[in-house]
């Protein structure tokens, strides 16, 4: 799942808005920016009902989005929370195919879809206290979440009518500092001062979560909001710092808008023995701040 899906910039008088829509995860759409997307289909199997595999079962999601401006993206509210369960009979497809690979940026910025058959979805199911509504075929959703409802670090049950995965994934948790800090101003009117350079760019953050991976997700716009230029994701392990190179910025016009998403992953894969595969975990740390190219 690719984040925040951003189409364009609108500038009226002196205010700058990022409109942006919510890209759901059962498309096949491309994102962001133009490539082919992913659409080979990977065939659910006809394991016994008692074998246990190596397959997955299904994905669990909490995706904790924090936005610095949110009048700068055309949004409401400073969070976005939302958590998303997916469970099937065991399938070989690769939910995290579309991810930068670590150690790498790209512009090519992709979706991938994980065919499968679903199992029931008729009552709600639960991830510790948080609960999740059936919302279709193996599908569960919570897209209004609150900032106290997330326990940081904290090892999650899946519980569902069709059966429970006890400990099937740990939470993560946020930052306390992120840099260059003018990324995060809030109000309009100082919003896209951070600069990121043609020569490049060093982010930092803290804390950083040894064995998370993380990500900087870099959208450009024109100097007047008017049109989508491109993006560039840099991915690496979360060591607190990375390094944006200038090279792909070098085409841009002087002062065109940037978001920029600091996002933090952490991606697992446990036993669940009454679902004879492993359920997929992805917990998405982001927070979306502005700057402009210079």
């Given at each position: 799942?690719?984040?925040?899906?951003?189409?364009?910039?609108?500038?009226?008088?002196?205010?700058?808005?990022?409109?942006?829509?919510?890209?759901?995860?059962?498309?096949?759409?491309?994102?962001?920016?133009?490539?082919?997307?992913?659409?080979?289909?990977?065939?659910?199997?006809?394991?016994?009902?008692?074998?246990?595999?190596?397959?997955?079962?299904?994905?669990?999601?909490?995706?904790?989005r924090?936005?610095?401006?949110?009048a700068?993206?055309?949004?409401?509210?400073?969070?976005?929370?939302?958590?998303?369960?997916?469970m099937?009979?065991?399938?070989?497809?690769?939910?995290?195919?579309?991810?930068?690979?670590?150690?790498?940026?790209?512009?090519?910025?992709?979706e991938?879809?994980?065919?499968?058959?679903?199992?029931?979805?008729?009552?709600?199911?639960?991830?510790?206290?948080i609960?999740?509504?059936?919302?279709?075929?193996?599908?569960?959703?919570?897209?209004?979440?609150?900032e106290?409802?997330?326990?940081?670090?904290?090892?999650?049950?899946?519980?569902?009518?069709?059966?429970?995965?006890?400990?099937?994934?740990?939470?993560?948790?946020?930052?306390?500092?992120?840099?260059?800090?003018?990324?995060?101003w809030?109000?309009?009117?100082?919003?896209f001062?951070?600069?990121?350079?043609?020569?490049?760019?060093?982010?930092?953050?803290y804390?950083?979560l040894?064995?998370?991976?993380?990500?900087?997700?870099?959208?450009?716009?024109?100097?007047?909001?008017?049109?989508?230029?491109?993006?560039?994701?840099?991915?690496?392990?979360?060591?607190?710092?990375?390094?944006?190179p200038?090279?792909?910025?070098?085409?841009?016009?002087?002062?065109?808008?940037?978001?920029?998403?600091?996002?933090?992953?952490?991606?697992?894969?446990?036993?669940?023995?009454?679902?004879?595969?492993?359920?997929?975990?992805?917990?998405?740390w982001?927070?979306?701040?502005?700057?402009?190219?210079?």
């Open positions: 799942m690719r984040f925040l899906l951003i189409t364009t910039l609108l500038a009226c008088s002196s205010d700058i808005a990022i409109i942006t829509t919510e890209k759901t995860q059962d498309t096949e759409e491309e994102i962001i920016v133009t490539g082919e997307v992913s659409t080979e289909p990977s065939s659910p199997t006809n394991e016994p009902e008692s074998q246990m595999t190596e397959l997955s079962v299904g994905l669990a999601t909490i995706h904790f924090q936005i610095s401006c949110p700068c993206m055309g949004v409401s509210s400073e969070f976005d929370i939302t958590a998303e369960l997916l099937h009979y065991p399938t070989s497809g690769d939910y995290f195919e579309y991810m930068t690979p670590t150690g790498t940026c790209t512009t090519q910025l992709l991938s879809y994980v065919s499968s058959q679903p199992v029931q979805a008729t009552q709600p199911a639960m991830f510790n206290s609960q999740l509504n059936p919302t279709g075929q193996g599908k569960w959703e919570n897209g209004f979440l609150y106290y409802q997330i326990e940081r670090q904290t090892p999650h049950t899946i519980t569902t009518e069709n059966g429970t995965i006890v400990n099937a994934f740990t939470s993560i948790e946020g930052f306390d500092d992120i840099q260059p800090y003018t990324l995060l809030v109000d309009p009117s100082y919003a001062d951070a600069i990121i350079s043609k020569n490049g760019t060093t982010f930092t953050w804390p950083s040894s064995g998370d991976e993380f990500e900087i997700l870099i959208a450009v716009y024109s100097p007047d909001g008017s049109q989508l230029l491109g993006a560039v994701s840099c991915q690496e392990m979360d060591t607190g710092s990375m390094f944006v200038g090279n792909y910025f070098q085409t841009y016009p002087t002062w065109s808008l940037a978001a920029v998403h600091l996002i933090r992953h952490r991606i697992d894969s446990r036993p669940a023995p009454n679902f004879n595969g492993y359920i997929d975990s992805h917990m998405i982001e927070v979306v701040g502005t700057g402009h190219i210079e």
